[in-house]
């Protein structure tokens, strides 16, 4: 049976039948780091570039990813301190602050998306840009990215409960305001699971708290 040639986003279709597969995604190109100055340039990007979440949701002039970015490391900063045993807190700030960095390129790509792409595909792309983009900081930032998307150590996790609990805080905010039907972000919060981490549960049972508060006014 004859296929036709696999195209550059890796979908191959079947000649005889007109059926589409998805193929395993090909190596990515490697690219030199970019010069500081690029790299920096490149990075203002997060400042007007919205997460795609809450615009989907209908809601207007959303939280950009740099602003998402900045709360998610107040929100480090609030709740590693309290953290036992003690975790390395400038180093998950430092994890926390470049979390979101490859988005300055691909944008924040909507959850239908991300679930649609072949397993490995997201976490690809983002480490390609990292190599290119984060690289062009500092060895430094890039191994912390690199660390943040392994998610192996408690740093790491850590800042990941920090990045859903940032979700709520900008939810509550969201709700106070009267804005939109949100029902999908308080499952989503409500389902994260905050227990190797004490200061965060406390607060997520706060931000729980605070928002069934909303839903009675």
Do not use: N
């Not at 193929?23 to 919205?50: E, K």
């Not at 602050?97 to 690809?124: C, F, R, Y």
């Not at 900008?170 to 699971?193: C, H, I, P």
Request: charged share 25%; net charge negative.
């Amino acid at each position: 049976m004859g296929r036709a040639p696999e195209t550059p986003d890796g979908i191959e279709t079947e000649s005889s039948s007109g059926e589409y597969r998805i193929a395993p995604p090909r190596a990515a190109i490697a690219r030199p780091p970019l010069d500081t100055l690029s790299a920096l340039i490149s990075l203002l990007a997060l400042d007007r570039l919205p997460r795609t979440g809450w615009l989907l949701a209908g809601i207007e002039d959303p939280e950009t990813i740099a602003g998402h970015v900045v709360s998610t490391a107040h929100v480090v900063l609030t709740l590693a301190p309290g953290v036992e045993p003690a975790l390395d807190v400038d180093r998950a700030l430092a994890l926390a602050v470049v979390h979101d960095s490859p988005e300055a390129w691909t944008g924040d790509l909507p959850k239908q998306i991300s679930e649609g792409l072949p397993p490995g595909a997201k976490q690809a792309l983002e480490a390609s840009v990292a190599d290119t983009l984060l690289a062009g900081l500092s060895a430094t930032a890039r191994e912390r990215h690199a660390e943040y998307a392994e998610g192996e150590t408690r740093e790491s996790k850590f800042v990941r409960v920090c990045d859903k609990l940032q979700l709520g805080v900008q939810l509550l905010a969201y709700k106070r305001a009267g804005m939109g039907d949100l029902m999908d972000f308080v499952e989503t919060l409500s389902s994260l699971d905050c227990g190797d981490f004490a200061p965060a549960a406390e607060f997520h049972a706060t931000l729980i708290t605070a928002l069934e508060e909303c839903e009675l006014e």
